[in-house]
C-alpha cells in the first residue's frame, strides 16, 4: 500500500517568507509526528497529533512554526518569517496508534533551504 | 528527559567482517529502544525495536541489538557486512506518552570491497 507522502520534496525559499509543508499519512493511521533533521545532526521532535486530541507541541521552536491536522488525514507544518537556521529536512511520520509503541513510518521528507 | 549517545559518528568495515555500532541511553524508567536506517536518498527504516521483552532483539537484514540494563547500552551488530550495509544509522529511544522518539546523532556505517 501507499507510504507516507510529502510535499514539495524540495524547497528553496528566501528569508522572512511563509513556507506551508505538506503531510500525507498512511490511512488508518491515528498518529502523526513532524521531525527535522539538520545537516549532520540526528532529528529533531517538533509536533505530534494523535486522533482529535489537542496536539504536543512541545518541540516546536518558537512561535514561528505552527502545524494543523485534519482528523485523521492530510497535515500541514507552516513556518512563518523563515530564518537561514530554518534549512533543514523536515520529516513527517504516522503510525497505528500513539499511545503504543508502533513502529513509525517514515516520508521522504521536505529540504527546505532558506537564502 | 530520555537521551541517546551513538560513541562513533563514522565506522568503516570491510566487507564480511563483523559491524559493532555503540550506543547509550539515559532514561528514568525503562525504555523502548530502536535502531533505524537511512540509506542515501532513501526514507527512514526500521531495523528493530526493543520494548522490555526479551533483550536479545533481531531485526530485519541480519542485524541485532542487545540491551544490557546495567551498561545503559543498546549497542547494533551484525555478524558479517555486506556492501549494501553501507547507510546512516539512528539509534532511538521513545520518550513518554505519544511515543515521540529521540534520536541519537547517527553514525555513518562505511563497508570497503
Known sequence: ?115 | AQSVTQLDSHVSVSEGTPVLLRCNYSSSYSPSLFWYVQHPNKGLQLLLKYTSAATLVKGINGFEAEFKKSETSFHLTKPSAHMSDAAEYFCVVSEGYGNKLVFGAGTILRVKS
Not at chain 1, 516546536?60 to 513556518?79: K, M, N, Q
Not at chain 1, 518569517?81 to 500513539?98: H, I, K, M, N, P
Open chain 1, 1 to 115: 500500500g501507499a507510504g507516507v507522502s510529502q510535499s514539495p520534496s524540495n524547497k528553496v525559499t528566501e528569508k522572512g517568507k511563509d513556507v506551508e509543508l505538506r503531510c500525507d499519512p498512511i490511512s488508518g493511521h491515528t498518529a502523526l509526528y513532524w521531525y527535522r533533521q539538520r545537516l549532520g545532526q540526528g532529528l529533531e521532535f517538533l509536533i505530534y497529533f494523535q486522533g482529535n486530541s489537542a496536539p504536543d507541541k512541545s518541540g516546536l521552536p518558537s512561535d514561528r512554526f505552527s502545524a494543523e491536522r485534519t482528523g485523521e488525514s492530510v497535515s500541514t507544518l507552516t513556518i512563518q518569517r523563515t530564518q537561514q537556521e530554518d534549512s533543514a529536512v523536515y520529516l513527517c511520520a504516522s503510525s497505528l496508534d500513539g499511545t503504543g509503541i508502533y513502529e513509525q513510518y517514515f516520508g521522504p521528507g521536505t529540504r527546505l533551504t532558506v537564502t
